[in-house]
């Protein structure tokens, strides 16, 4: 038996940026957490994660950025995590409340059963990093509750993590896909204090793509939860739409389900809605292209003041069937990156999957 499909009302939508570099990591300049947070702010996001590289601590990061003064906020939502930096790629590790990250640190060569066996006593939530990069996730899948499919502002190099995502999704894995920049550098606050890495800030920074979660509280451990069950979707920028997919099961115009909800399909036809919220251009025509068990279902045009699309399909009656889409579109502006909407060209957002029966138990 599946567990009910929670409210599609009952909730708020948060966004965030879920992978960020301070001072604390040694190859970041002009990034102090004191920065970060108060940029953060002044875009208007709702919650943060300041994933320093342990390795640069070795694996303290319990007393370097969670003790820092400047770690604080009255406004965003401060996750606890850390960028997992081993030999076999890196991970973020996210949680609503401290955690011994050095236990998770000093177990990064072990194999993946006992790493895995660490991870669930910690009840962290582990999430594969630009999988297929430099320093790609070289750990089993399967001890993961998301994968980074959106890292940085440059769109296309993402296109082989989203053929890992689709991997996963395929063979059973409902496995949350995200978005992180991995800003390393701030902007100087004088000239002389400029890097030979300064120039990133104005094209790969917080929100470059923004994470958005749906969820059932404005609470740390709200945002960590939906992220695990997958409410999530990942725009551009913070001033770009947000992508949202629903499914009608029954016809009656209602709809009943969202992205990252499961369900047991009853062989019957369903109608989907996609939408766009927020910043769109009334005169512009979004792309939506539908991917269904990993191939291109559809390509759909929405135009209108809430561009919207709605197609309908019947998924299989026995055995899995997963829906997702991404959307192209006109860039909107980010002034405060002004050259991050050359990076990320037309995309404009990505939804997380619908399913139908998926194995909770898997
Ligand atoms: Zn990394
Ligand atoms: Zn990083």
Same mark, same amino acid.
């Given at each position: 038996?599946?567990?009910?499909?929670?409210?599609?009302?009952?909730?708020?939508?948060?966004?965030? *940026?879920?992978?960020?570099?301070?001072?604390?990591?040694?190859?970041?300049?002009?990034?102090?957490?004191?920065?970060?947070?108060?940029?953060?702010?002044?875009?208007?996001?709702?919650?943060?994660?300041?994933?320093?590289?342990?390795?640069? %601590?070795?694996?303290?990061?319990?007393?370097?950025?969670?003790?820092?003064?400047?770690?604080?906020? *009255?406004?965003?939502?401060?996750?606890?995590?850390?960028?997992?930096?081993?030999?076999?790629?890196?991970?973020?590790?996210?949680?609503?409340? #401290?955690?011994?990250?050095?236990?998770?640190? *000093?177990?990064?060569?072990?194999? @993946?059963?006992?790493?895995?066996?660490?991870?669930?006593?910690?009840?962290?939530?582990?999430?594969?990093?630009?999988?297929?990069?430099?320093?790609?996730?070289?750990?089993?899948? @399967?001890? %993961?509750?998301?994968?980074?499919?959106?890292?940085?502002?440059?769109?296309?190099?993402?296109?082989?993590?989203?053929?890992?995502?689709?991997?996963?999704?395929?063979?059973?894995?409902?496995?949350?896909?995200?978005?992180?920049?991995?800003?390393?550098?701030?902007?100087?606050?004088?000239?002389?204090?400029?890097?030979?890495?300064?120039?990133?800030?104005?094209?790969?920074?917080?929100?470059?793509?923004?994470?958005?979660?749906?969820? #059932?509280?404005?609470?740390?451990?709200?945002?960590?939860?939906?992220?695990?069950?997958?409410?999530?979707?990942?725009?551009?920028?913070?001033?770009?739409?947000?992508?949202?997919?629903?499914?009608?099961? @029954?016809?009656?115009?209602?709809?009943?389900?969202?992205?990252? @909800?499961?369900?047991?399909?009853?062989?019957?036809?369903?109608?989907?809605?996609?939408?766009?919220?927020?910043?769109?251009?009334?005169?512009?025509?979004?792309?939506?292209?539908?991917?269904?068990?990993?191939?291109?279902?559809?390509?759909?045009?929405?135009?209108?003041?809430?561009?919207?699309?709605?197609?309908?399909?019947?998924?299989?009656?026995?055995?899995?069937?997963?829906?997702?889409?991404?959307?192209?579109?006109?860039?909107?502006?980010?002034?405060?990156?002004?050259?991050?909407?050359?990076?990320?060209?037309?995309? %404009?957002?990505?939804?997380?999957?619908?399913?139908?029966?998926?194995?909770?138990?898997?």
């Amino acid at each position: 038996m599946l567990p009910p499909i929670a409210s599609l009302t009952g909730g708020e939508w948060l966004k965030g *940026d879920l992978h960020v570099h301070s001072r604390h990591s040694k190859e970041s300049s002009n990034n102090s957490v004191a920065t970060i947070i108060s940029f953060s702010k002044s875009v208007g996001m709702d919650y943060l994660c300041i994933t320093d590289h342990d390795n640069h %601590v070795l694996g303290d990061v319990a007393h370097n950025t969670w003790t820092d003064p400047e770690f604080k906020s *009255d406004s965003v939502l401060l996750l606890y995590g850390a960028e997992w930096t081993t030999t076999r790629g890196h991970g973020n590790a996210f949680s609503a409340r #401290p955690y011994d990250h050095q236990r998770l640190y *000093d177990v990064r060569d072990q194999r @993946d059963v006992v790493v895995g066996a660490v991870k669930k006593e910690l009840g962290i939530h582990l999430s594969a990093n630009h999988p297929s990069g430099k320093d790609h996730f070289g750990y089993s899948y @399967d001890m %993961v509750d998301s994968i980074e499919v959106w890292n940085s502002s440059y769109w296309p190099k993402n296109a082989n993590a989203i053929m890992i995502w689709d991997d996963m999704l395929s063979s059973g894995r409902k496995l949350t896909g995200r978005g992180g920049s991995d800003a390393h550098h701030g902007a100087p606050e004088t000239p002389d204090k400029a890097t030979k890495n300064s120039f990133q800030a104005k094209s790969n920074y917080i929100g470059t793509p923004t994470t958005w979660v749906f969820a #059932p509280a404005r609470t740390s451990q709200a945002v960590v939860d939906t992220l695990t069950g997958g409410r999530v979707s990942v725009s551009a920028n913070p001033y770009a739409p947000r992508v949202e997919f629903y499914a009608d099961l @029954d016809q009656d115009g209602k709809m009943d389900m969202m992205m990252g @909800d499961n369900t047991k399909s009853t062989g019957k036809p369903v109608k989907f809605r996609v939408q766009l919220t927020g910043n769109t251009v009334p005169t512009a025509s979004y792309t939506v292209n539908v991917v269904k068990d990993g191939n291109k279902f559809g390509t759909f045009q929405a135009i209108g003041k809430i561009p919207m699309v709605e197609f309908t399909d019947t998924p299989a009656l026995l055995g899995r069937t997963y829906y997702r889409v991404t959307v192209e579109g006109p860039p909107t502006a980010y002034p405060q990156v002004p050259e991050s909407m050359a990076m990320s060209g037309n995309m %404009v957002g990505l939804s997380n999957p619908i399913y139908f029966n998926f194995d909770p138990n898997f």
